[in-house]
């Protein structure tokens, strides 16, 4: 068998034909087709997530000098199986006075939006559920659904805790999707597409170093911070802070609706971490890619698992940060540096550099911006702590 | 090109039917024996005390229409990003200067303390 034949679109080919012999003409065929993929694009989600929480268990675990989940099957693999059917099979517990309608929706309406992003994700070359050619807008029109979800949940469970959880996922996630859509807007002006595996087919030149992380990292800096702020993960995870409103919005849910909840937020991670690998560390691109465009799918997995890795790392070791501090964090730095950053992107690129020149002007930009931000930051701190520092140190009498 | 909405129409009823097949099943196995304390709202073993919806700060909608003013420009800057090779010079700058209107929009809610939590 000859390697360099085999291409996940080959298979579609088969399919197609065995299809059109079993007698299904052109319309019905279609339609068969795109229930397959959606069905396999969501068996393949879900069943991820899975994995996906026993590998953060036992990241944070190793991280902080634990063993993690290692009872149920083969290194604890099994626990994640075990806690789903146990949330299958508890009571419900619907609080009174909650708002039935709106408190049953919510749960539905999280997973629902996180589903329909994984439409736009290029697994490999061509091997994408819809690319379409406004694929980048999608994503953040679908994210921000997820906002109204928690918010439904916050508001409709008669429950103070939970609405001021409501009320931080308004103010939290509204404001990190501003940073968030810069940062990926930049990928989509040097690439000229906003189709998904158009940004990743843009990345494929000088064997890697065409990544975009590597060219633009300031803007991989937001839109990592953004993502863990869109992501409700640690150290943004103040929606949710046990410490000050106990769970946050979906404090009231129990039994199969909070599973919901759990499985929107961990494959909301994974979608994330999709985007980031798509738009800035070259999607499917990798060594012989072009002549096994099967391998796409492992590069593909490998560098979201990453990503994932690194969010996990970050939840794991880092502090929750007040609320105060999280909202100056996005208005007072990455606003303004996202807003910089695009406007000194597009000066660049319309400079007209030849190829290897416009890519290493871009990367000093970049670099000046993020050292510059950061200087400001500090500097910014520094006045903070002296202000703060003065306001408690007693006056002496003058003598 | 259109008919790729078509698959994103068939995701999308997939999507929005298998959260409720999920809490389907979980109604037909779970026990159901709902009592009044079990239903009472969780606050840290005390009733609560008035309404749950009461009137919230301010500094939320302040928060929320300045988020508005940005996520427009966003959207206006899509077109932009994408035919961007196309773009004369001229084009370029006029869409810096929208960037730059809005920038000094930016500048003037910090200057105003529209954007301190308190």
């Not at chain 1, 390697?3 to 034909?17: A, C, E, F, K, P």
């Not at chain 2, 003037?108 to 303390?113: D, H, N, S």
């Amino acid at each position: 068998m000859d390697w360099s034949q085999i291409d996940l679109r080959t298979v579609g080919v088969l399919w197609n034909q065995a299809l059109q012999n079993a007698g299904i003409a052109p319309p019905l065929l279609t339609v068969i087709n795109w229930v397959v993929a959606a069905v396999v694009l969501l068996f393949v989600g879900l069943n991820m997530v899975i994995g996906l929480i026993w590998l953060e268990r036992k990241i944070a675990a190793r991280i902080q000098d634990r063993l993690g989940p290692n009872r149920v099957g083969p290194f604890g693999l099994l626990q994640t199986v075990a806690d789903a059917l146990k949330l299958l099979t508890k009571e419900d517990v619907t609080p009174t006075d909650a708002d039935r309608i709106t408190y049953n929706l919510a749960p539905a309406l999280a997973v629902f939006h996180v589903l329909m992003t994984l439409a736009v994700i290029p697994f490999a070359d061509g091997v994408i559920g819809a690319d379409l050619n406004v694929g980048v807008l999608y994503i953040v029109a679908f994210g921000s659904v997820g906002s109204m979800a928690a918010l439904m949940a916050g508001w409709a469970s008669n429950n103070k805790y939970a609405l001021v959880g409501g009320f931080r996922v308004v103010a939290q996630l509204l404001s990190y999707e501003i940073p968030l859509v810069f940062a990926m807007m930049i990928p989509v002006l040097a690439a000229g597409t906003m189709r998904m595996n158009g940004l990743a087919e843009a990345q494929g030149q000088f064997g890697g170093l065409g990544w975009y992380v590597w060219v633009m990292p300031c803007a991989f800096f937001i839109f990592l911070a953004a993502t863990l702020a869109e992501g409700e993960r640690a150290p943004f995870d103040l929606l949710e802070a046990e410490s000050e409103i106990v769970a946050g919005f979906n404090i009231e849910y129990s039994g199969m609706k909070f599973a919901w909840f759990f499985l929107a937020f961990f494959l909301n991670s994974w979608v994330l971490s999709a985007i980031g690998t798509t738009l800035f560390l070259g999607g499917w691109q990798g060594p012989f890619v072009d002549r096994i465009p099967a391998l796409g799918v492992v590069y593909f997995f490998a560098k979201t698992m990453v990503m994932f890795w690194v969010l996990a790392w970050i939840r794991a070791t880092f502090p929750r940060l007040r609320i105060d501090q999280m909202m100056d964090f996005c208005w007072k730095f990455l606003v303004p540096l996202a807003l910089v950053l695009l406007v000194g992107t597009a000066i660049i690129l319309k400079l007209g550099l030849p190829s290897p020149f416009d890519g290493l002007a871009l990367l000093v930009w970049n670099l000046a911006l993020l050292i510059g931000g950061f200087w400001l930051l500090g500097k910014a701190q520094q006045r903070a702590v002296y202000a703060s520092k003065r306001a408690f140190t007693p006056q002496l009498p003058r003598l | 090109m259109l008919e790729q909405y078509g698959f994103i129409a068939i995701l999308a009823l997939i999507a929005a039917v298998f959260p409720f097949v999920g809490l389907a099943v979980a109604w037909l196995l779970r026990p159901k024996r709902p009592n009044p304390l079990k239903n009472s709202i969780y606050e840290c073993g005390i009733e609560t005390i008035g309404e749950t919806w009461v009137q919230f700060r301010a500094q939320y909608y302040l928060f929320a229409l300045v988020f508005v003013i940005f996520d427009i420009e966003a959207i206006f800057l899509f077109p932009f990003a994408v035919a961007f090779n196309q773009l004369t010079l001229f084009a370029v700058f006029e869409a810096i200067l929208f960037v730059l209107i809005l920038a000094v929009g930016l500048i003037y809610a910090w200057r105003k303390g529209a954007l301190e939590w308190q």
